[in-house]
């Protein structure tokens, strides 16, 4: 990393006793935590050596659990070569998948890599993921499910004694969130999100600066995730004539906790178009935008309020409204008890989105590429001394960020998308899928988990089937 600029100033010379203390307590993920519920003793799993080689685990080897997760960890391609050059010293043991087809081809892969590895273990893959739970040799679940089965396979999981890796977003509704979380904190196992981009440099190099009170305290953060498909996102995904009801598919055993619906490959195959699957591009695309703000501005709030709005008008326009459920853009506003705000802006129908940016009283962070600019506000210009961190490394990277996941492990530490994290972004996500979709603000209260519109009254937090 390349960087510029005086680390040093008036400012800090004057603040200097404070702000060593600051530092110490403001470490990402590491603030006050909600309540959390003790049922039992926590699970102990597997203890690991630095050295260990991982044995993994997954459930869901769809496009994102096959690609992004298999073949990754495995580290090798459908030609038999390295996909990366990452050290994860991981093998694959087991997959499970509904779909018989991805079963097969997920198997075919461990196999190669198997092979490859010279190991003599056995690969299997299923129907029914608790068989690859009850695998002792495994220590770690990667989770590639449609979003409503996350929570029961990572609770479950959890209490199998085994780490979770699991996609983005978290969990389909607030409840399953909290759900997760305090199974976390019950097992004491490891739990990561999949984004990426919780573990790229720029956000943690942020949030150094931010947490040695370098840009004064917070006042606002911005970013974006759009995207222009004229033909609609997500339809770009193959329907296939091999899955078949009955079949190659358990439907029922698919829609799990969504209520009883007729078959339907488009609802397979493009699943995030269905509101009784996802939140669309909420948690789509823009949860890739609100871990890193979350992890840069401290991961110590959940927020207070939140509101979004949006709509499909364009998307209707072009393909017809029978096309999809969700919106084809939205706007986030999430405030948060200390003050900050957090905008967020998402679309499928336009790709010109919002700079990045995190605004302090003292001094604003501007981020392009790998690129962090500290450039101090014009009242304190002579206070604060601005800075240019140039190369942030590492970049965006999945096979760095399942990295991070095994070596919170291997050094028990948090991992960069972990479950402080990952329960407030969610319930961003959350919050601002309800206010969507029923037109209220929501107040959100931390310490009963309870929501309310602005005039005092409490709201149910949507769950399945509500708004069928």
């Not at 799990?256 to 948690?283: E, M, T």
């Not at 601005?386 to 095994?406: C, K, L, R, T, Y």
Request: with cysteine; glycine share 8%.
């Amino acid at each position: 990393m390349k960087q510029t600029g005086t680390r040093t100033s008036r400012r800090d010379f004057l603040k200097k006793s404070t702000l060593g203390a600051a530092a110490a307590v403001a470490a990402v993920g590491s603030a006050a935590k909600p309540r959390v519920t003790q049922a039992k003793a926590p699970v102990i799993g597997p203890v690991l050596g630095a050295n260990d080689m991982i044995v993994a685990g997954f459930i869901g080897v769809g496009g994102q659990g096959y690609n992004s997760h298999l073949l990754n960890v495995t580290n090798i391609d459908r030609e038999g070569k390295p996909r990366h050059s990452v050290p994860l010293n991981a093998i694959g043991a087991a997959a499970c998948d509904l779909y018989s087809v991805r079963q097969d081809r997920a198997l075919a892969s461990l196999e190669q890599a198997r092979q490859a590895a010279g190991r003599e273990a056995k690969v299997t893959a299923h129907e029914d993921y608790r068989y690859v739970l009850d695998n002792p040799d495994i220590d770690a679940i990667f989770i590639g499910t449609v979003d409503h089965w996350h929570t029961k396979i990572a609770v479950d999981a959890l209490d199998a004694g085994k780490h979770v890796y699991c996609e983005k977003p978290m969990t389909r509704y607030l409840g399953e969130a909290f759900e997760i979380y305090d199974k976390v904190k019950e097992t004491g196992m490891k739990f990561q999100v999949g984004s990426q981009y919780c573990t790229e440099g720029k956000w943690h190099h942020a949030a150094k600066l931010i947490a040695e009170g370098r840009i004064g305290p917070l006042v606002s953060a911005q970013d974006s995730y759009c995207r222009n498909s004229p033909t609609g996102e997500w339809n770009y995904y193959r329907i296939e004539d091999e899955l078949e009801a009955g079949k190659t598919i358990d439907w029922a055993k698919w829609l799990g906790p969504v209520s009883d619906r007729p078959f339907n490959k488009q609802h397979f195959h493009r699943w995030r178009k269905y509101y009784p699957y996802c939140a669309g591009i909420l948690g789509d695309l823009l949860a890739h935008r609100i871990h890193p703000l979350v992890i840069a501005t401290g991961a110590n709030e959940f927020p207070k309020r939140v509101c979004s709005i949006g709509n499909k008008k364009i998307g209707d326009a072009n393909n017809g409204p029978e096309d999809r459920d969700v919106t084809d853009n939205c706007q986030i506003l999430a405030e948060f008890p200390s003050g900050m705000c957090m905008m967020i802006t998402g679309s499928t129908v336009n790709e010109q989105g919002l700079n990045q940016v995190i605004r302090g009283h003292e001094a604003t962070l501007y981020f392009s590429g790998s690129s962090v600019e500290l450039r101090p506000e014009r009242p304190f210009a002579d206070l604060v001394d601005g800075e240019m961190a140039e190369n942030v490394q590492p970049g965006v990277s999945i096979p760095v960020h399942i990295n991070d996941f095994f070596t919170a492990i291997r050094d028990d530490r948090p991992a960069s998308g972990n479950i402080d994290v990952a329960v407030r972004c969610q319930t961003i996500i959350s919050m601002a899928e309800q206010s969507e979709r029923t037109g209220e603000m929501l107040y959100f209260d931390e310490a009963t988990r309870t929501l309310t519109t602005g005039s005092g009254t409490k709201v149910e937090a949507l769950t399945y089937g509500m708004l069928d």
